[in-house]
């Protein structure tokens, strides 16, 4: 079953605006990852991060981690047209890797 | 080399046929998984491969039969699919030693059930 809900489902935005997306989990975890999805093929790790750590940066990607919330968000900062894709939270516990119902990022150039 | 490889990219395939997907990885990572992706959906686990050893099933029909010859390969053999098993089936590796680490993906094998 899936234990990830993101929110929003769907964000539409100006190239050069920023992006924010959520998720929200239900068990424990040992770490929280972010990946990518362009048009229904591979996955692409973006980043994780672990259950004791509260923000983590990487190149234009900023995420947060709220154990207490069972929430996580993660920024694109100066979006571009590149980054138009599905992007997917994904829980890690015990071997399984589960991951959220996802968000579409559309970037209008 | 950082990559897995899925064969075929995409298949066809009847009711009462038999066929197999195959993935395959150079990292040295000793988890395998099997995910399903239907359209707008997120992908769903199926089974998950320890050290070569089947750890998770996730309640899979059992049309649905992995099998990992070596530290480097895992196959999904399907027999007698039903139509509503067309997906992707995404295959990923993960160093698999203590706390989960990231996990790479194949591009994935489109599967069509006529």
């Known amino acids: 079953s899936q234990q990830g809900e993101e929110d929003p489902q769907a964000l539409s935005i100006q190239e050069g605006e920023n992006a924010t997306m959520n998720c929200s989990y239900k068990t424990s975890i040992n770490n929280l990852q972010w990946y990518r999805q362009n048009s229904g093929r591979g996955l692409v790790h973006l980043i994780l991060i672990r259950s004791n750590e509260r923000e983590k940066h990487s190149g234009r990607l900023r995420v947060t981690l709220d154990t207490s919330k069972k929430s996580s968000s993660l920024l694109i900062t100066a979006s571009r047209a590149a980054d138009t894709a599905s992007y997917f939270c994904a829980t890690a516990r015990a071997q399984k890797l589960v991951f959220g119902q996802g968000t579409r990022l559309t970037i209008n150039p | 080399d950082t990559e897995v490889t899925q064969t075929p990219k995409h298949l066809v395939m009847g009711m009462t046929n038999k066929k197999s997907l195959k993935c395959e990885q150079h990292?040295?990572?000793?988890?395998m998984y099997w995910y399903k992706q239907k359209a707008k959906k997120p992908p769903e686990l199926m089974f998950v491969?320890?050290?070569?050893?089947?750890?998770i099933n996730e309640s899979v029909p059992s049309r649905f039969s992995p099998e990992c010859p070596n530290s480097s390969l895992l196959n999904l053999h399907l027999h007698a699919l039903q139509p509503e098993d067309s997906a992707l089936y995404l295959c990923a590796s993960s160093q698999g030693k203590g706390e989960n680490t990231e996990a790479f993906f194949g591009q994935g094998t489109r599967l069509t059930v006529v």
């Open positions: 990292m040295g990572h000793r988890a």
């Open positions: 491969y320890s050290y070569e050893k089947l750890s």
